[in-house]
């Protein structure tokens, strides 16, 4: 029994999931003739009400692709330093979009009205790049799956109405922030231009992000779709996992939200952990005691199966998921509880 936290990425499909591939409608979904393809865009996109939706295979070029339909090369977007667009996207805003990041210094990975509204560059200043987009995450990765008060996002959107910015959400585990706020989509669709809903971390699917957003902006969607590479055929055999994970894995969430807080708990009241961040979602994030070697507490754990991811600068991760099962769990809290 390995138990895997690196990532809520690792989960295989279930059974029920499986036979909804098997069992899946498909066409050429790049002449958009497949109908389980456009039955998940509909849903996504009716789910937060918004215009259009369109699968993308992975989150990175479902964000890259949204960063292009904002933006124009030489100008410069809006995010905080920990964020996936600029840490773990391969340099593609700059690649793909021919822009820059300004870099927000935030809190969990969360940024307040107030930060952005300070790092907007003058529009009539020529000598600096235009600020064009705001991009937050929710949850947020690198800040341990901590989520927005929406409060807060409501007052970004009205600085961006106020100086023309498009407003962009990563939204990897944005069912993740909902569940654990007990959140309606519908306000997130209100509130941003466009969003990334990703299918393939908590929710459980082998692959695909879905792109909502107004219809004004999506226009070119496919075509930035194309040249990214991501135009696919009989993929509705995936965006049947998709409608699978939609349907029976949002809920379950919950379960994986609470492991980790016991998790979180437990570490907290162990003599080799230095600190642990607040957990509100299904990551946590913690801290060994100087003493304790990273590498060795790492190798530790693998030679009893179980595997943690590291963040850099002492910073460890863990994430709970789908396949993460409550002996899984138990077990893994005796482990932690016995560590010396
Ligand atoms: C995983 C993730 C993505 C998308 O990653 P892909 O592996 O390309 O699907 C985007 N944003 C955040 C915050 C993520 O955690």
Same mark, same amino acid.
Request: charged share 30%; with cysteine.
């Given at each position: 029994m390995i138990i895997d936290l690196r990532s809520d990425t690792v989960t295989q499909p279930t059974p029920g999931m499986l036979e909804a591939i098997a069992n899946a409608v498909t066409g050429d979904d790049v002449y958009k003739e497949d109908p389980t393809v456009n039955?998940?865009?509909?849903?996504?996109?009716?789910?937060?009400?918004?215009?259009?939706?369109l699968y993308f295979p992975t989150g990175t070029m479902a964000n890259q692709a949204a960063i292009k339909l904002h933006t124009q090369p030489g100008e410069q977007l809006i995010c905080?330093?920990?964020?996936?667009?600029?840490?773990?996207?391969?340099?593609?805003?700059?690649?793909?979009?021919?822009?820059?990041?300004?870099?927000?210094?935030?809190?969990?990975?969360?940024?307040?009205a107030k930060q952005?509204?300070?790092a907007i560059n003058p529009p009539d200043f020529y000598h600096s790049p235009q600020t064009s987009l705001v991009t937050l995450e929710n949850t947020t990765n690198k800040g341990g799956g901590a989520c927005y008060d929406l409060k807060e996002i409501e007052k970004i959107r009205t600085v961006c109405d106020k100086n023309g910015l498009g407003l962009h959400l990563d939204g990897a585990r944005l069912m993740n922030a909902l569940v654990a706020r007990n959140e309606d989509p519908g306000d997130y669709g209100l509130v941003f231009d466009t969003i990334t809903l990703c299918l393939s971390k908590g929710l459980g699917a082998p692959m695909g992000t879905v792109l909502i957003g107004k219809n004004k902006l999506m226009e070119g969607a496919m075509r930035v779709r194309k040249v990214l590479g991501g135009g696919m055929r009989q993929i509705g055999y995936m965006a049947a996992a998709g409608i699978y994970a939609l349907d029976n894995h949002i809920e379950r969430l919950a379960e994986d939200h609470?492991?980790?807080?016991?998790?979180?708990?437990?570490?907290?009241?162990?003599?080799?952990?230095?600190?642990?961040e607040?957990?509100?979602?299904?990551?946590?994030?913690?801290?060994? #005691?100087?003493?304790?070697?990273?590498?060795?507490? &790492?190798?530790?754990?693998? %030679? @009893?199966?179980? +595997?943690?991811?590291?963040?850099? #600068?002492?910073?460890?991760?863990?994430?709970?998921? &789908?396949?993460?099962?409550? %002996? @899984?769990?138990? +077990?893994f809290l005796g482990i932690l509880d016995n560590y010396k």
């Open positions: 039955q998940l865009e509909k849903y996504v996109a009716d789910l937060f009400g918004m215009d259009q939706a905080d330093r920990w964020a996936h667009v600029y840490n773990y996207e391969g340099g593609g805003v700059s690649f793909n979009s021919g822009v820059s990041c300004k870099l927000l210094q935030g809190d969990r990975g969360m940024v307040t952005v509204e300070s609470q492991r980790a807080l016991e998790i979180a708990l437990l570490l907290k009241s162990r003599p080799y952990v230095k600190k642990v607040e957990t509100e979602t299904n990551i946590v994030i913690f801290y060994l #005691e100087d003493s304790v070697k990273e590498e060795k507490f &790492l190798s530790d754990m693998s %030679e @009893m199966e179980v +595997k943690l991811s590291s963040m850099g #600068e002492g910073k460890l991760r863990l994430v709970t998921h &789908l396949d993460y099962s409550p %002996e @899984m769990h138990e +077990k």
